[in-house]
């Protein structure tokens, strides 16, 4: 694991005597990543043990990606971070890389403190899964590992909530109410949430 100011980047290694045995079908971001090889890395910025993000790499280099709340019981497979993420195969291996920037985490000050990670790997021939947390747990993030505090600035990342905005409209006889946030984070882009 390897942080500069801009992001982090997880690279892995997975030992394969039998490289014929990996499980490489077709995949595509967000789609049948989990059904390959993969790796997965967990990241909680601030060690809530409740909220974190869920990365999956496979053999192909293809990312699957969700944040996760309540510990790891609920997901939302919709959210996408703006990662990186490569692989490649060896003599008696495979690996993968993963460049996640800091803008991408939704970071709150307690960034600055310690995260919890876990790292995970998922072979299909033999089905065989491995994790550092504790247990080897996948997705409880009170067991993930905790990583040090990085020694990095990460207040320009923080995600700033402005002022909401409330809109009622009267319409056939019920009242309409929408609710707006604007969120700006280091990107520079405002984004709204309704």
Known sequence: ILYDEHGITVGITCREWDLSSLVRNPSARDLGVYRNDCVEVMLDPGRSQSEYFHFLIDVNGNVMDRSVSQGGNIGNDTW???VAAASSIGDGFWSCELRIPFYSLAL??????AWGVNLCR???KPAENSAIARNG???VAPDFLTLKPLNVDLSPFFIQIGEPTVKTTLREGQINVALALALTNPDTKEHEVV
């Open 80 to 82: 996408n971070g703006d």
């Open 137 to 139: 747990a996948f997705n």
């Open 122 to 124: 998922g072979k299909r």
């Open 108 to 113: 709150t000050p307690k960034a600055q403190g």
